[in-house]
């Protein structure tokens, strides 16, 4: 690997130079009195990111799921009951986590390239009458099968059986990079993680938290120690970490809240949709489907594709890590063989992906895909033309 090309796999993402530069810093002391000063607005100017003004923001060195964790053990008790929908590899192992915890997890479930269905959940909840179910879970953006789902309709089927269960929402792949709206859409606990929309390495599970959440810690039994949150948040009151934090990617944090912020958090998402939809606009040109049903579920930050009846998805993506030297995502669990997947997220720019859009083509090429090169690449063109100009361009 030449270490240029970027990744196209959906986390972690690539690193712009001016973060590895932020974190490439000799050893600061945690307990110094002017680390607080830094470390303070860290975890303040995150918030916007998450769409909360009354929630906290707690870090934990972990990847996401740590934050997984973090959340049912805070705030509930074994034996608890949760209501999830299963519909790709991360909603699945969000499951299983709950399940070593000694939770009763009421699933529904759902096709792969569906998302959660909100008239589902709702039914679920209504009738739950003795409201045993004490908080539903949600993966925002199913990474495995590039599809978002929407939280705001979660939140109004809560509203609409009138149940006072508890709402987590897995935002790893969506927080960053696609609007998130933790107060509007009451959510009580949102999980992400340095790699995806931070453009950080891995090693930081970012949680928003909210006072409901918080609340509930005291009367929550579930087992944890590294993870808990009033420990948590009382070292951060007091600027610190109840452990060593992890110094350097805190000041990458700092530099990337700076970054997401200079752009615009508006304009970042804009950026997401365009690259998005001329991700999408290849892939109609190849002739391809996505793994996304429908185009409300369709995902900014990635797109699963479906290879053509007879070609193996983890062929191409080998081939053009191999030959080509650039990441593409791997189709997981159901999708193993049978789809691959662009990631889109992060810091990346429409000539960045028209050079994976280029890459994948060649790939598909060179395995005699029935395609065309450059039939793609041009279709992506002609949307990127279009548009006003993107914010990231200006910097
Ligand atoms: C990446 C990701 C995670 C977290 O995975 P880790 O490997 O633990 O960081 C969780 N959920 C979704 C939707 C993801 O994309």
């Known amino acids: ?3 240029q090309n970027p990744v196209f796999i959906p986390g972690p993402t690539n690193i712009p130079d001016r973060l590895r530069l932020a974190m490439a810093a000799q050893t600061w002391d945690h307990r110094a009195p002017d680390f607080v000063d830094v470390f303070h607005p860290i975890l303040e100017d995150a918030k916007q990111v998450f769409g909360t ?4 923001v707690i870090t934990f060195p972990a990847s996401g799921t740590g934050g997984w964790e973090a959340a049912v053990t805070n705030c509930l ?5 949760v209501l999830i929908s299963r519909y790709g590899m991360f909603s699945h192992k969000w499951i299983l986590l709950c399940q070593d915890h000694g939770l009763n997890v009421e699933i529904i479930e759902a096709e792969w390239g569906e998302g959660a269905q909100a008239d589902r959940f709702e039914a679920a909840l209504t009738a739950d009458k003795s409201h045993r179910i004490k908080a539903v879970l949600a993966t925002h953006n199913e990474t495995a099968t590039g599809v978002r789902s929407d939280i705001g309709a979660i939140r109004a089927a809560i509203d609409a059986s009138d149940h006072p269960a508890m709402l987590f929402v897995d935002g790893v792949s969506s927080i960053g990079s696609m609007p998130f709206e933790m ?13 995806k929309g931070f453009m950080l390495p891995t090693g930081m599970a970012i949680c928003g938290v909210s006072e409901k959440a918080l609340a509930a810690c005291d009367a929550a039994a579930c087992t944890r120690s590294f993870f808990d949150f009033k420990q948590m948040a009382a070292a951060n009151a007091g600027g610190g970490y109840p452990y060593t934090p992890p110094v350097n990617l805190l000041l990458g944090l700092r530099e990337s809240l700076d ?4 752009e615009g958090l508006d304009n970042v998402y804009a950026r997401h949709a365009r690259l998005a939809e001329g ?4 892939v109609s040109a190849w002739g391809m489907s996505l793994v996304a049903k429908r185009p409300e579920l369709y995902s ?3 797109s699963a594709i479906y290879v053509p009846e007879g070609f193996d998805s983890d062929a191409l993506t080998n081939h053009a890590y ?5 990441s593409f995502g791997v189709g997981l669990g159901e999708m193993a063989g049978k789809a691959f997947r662009i990631g889109h997220l992060g810091s990346l720019t429409p000539t960045m992906a028209l050079s994976g859009l280029a890459t994948i083509e060649m790939c598909m090429a060179d395995l005699n895909y029935p395609i065309e090169l450059g039939a793609g690449v041009a279709a992506a063109q002609e949307y990127y033309r279009t548009g006003a100009p993107l914010a990231m361009a200006a910097e």
């Not at 008790?77 to 009951?81: A, L, S, Y």
């Not at 107060?183 to 790699?195: P, T």
């Not at 970054?259 to 200079?262: D, F, G, H, S």
């Not at 991700?279 to 290849?282: D, P, Q, T």
């Open 77 to 81: 008790n074994p034996g608890d009951t």
């Open 279 to 282: 991700v999408r606009r290849a």
């Open 183 to 195: 107060d509007a859409w009451g959510v009580d606990v949102a999980v992400a993680g340095s790699q």
């Open 1 to 3: 690997m030449n270490g």
């Open 259 to 262: 970054m997401l912020t200079a």
């Open 53 to 56: 003004t009354k929630g906290k």
């Open 322 to 326: 191999d030959t080509y030297g650039v």
């Open 300 to 302: 900014e930050t990635v």
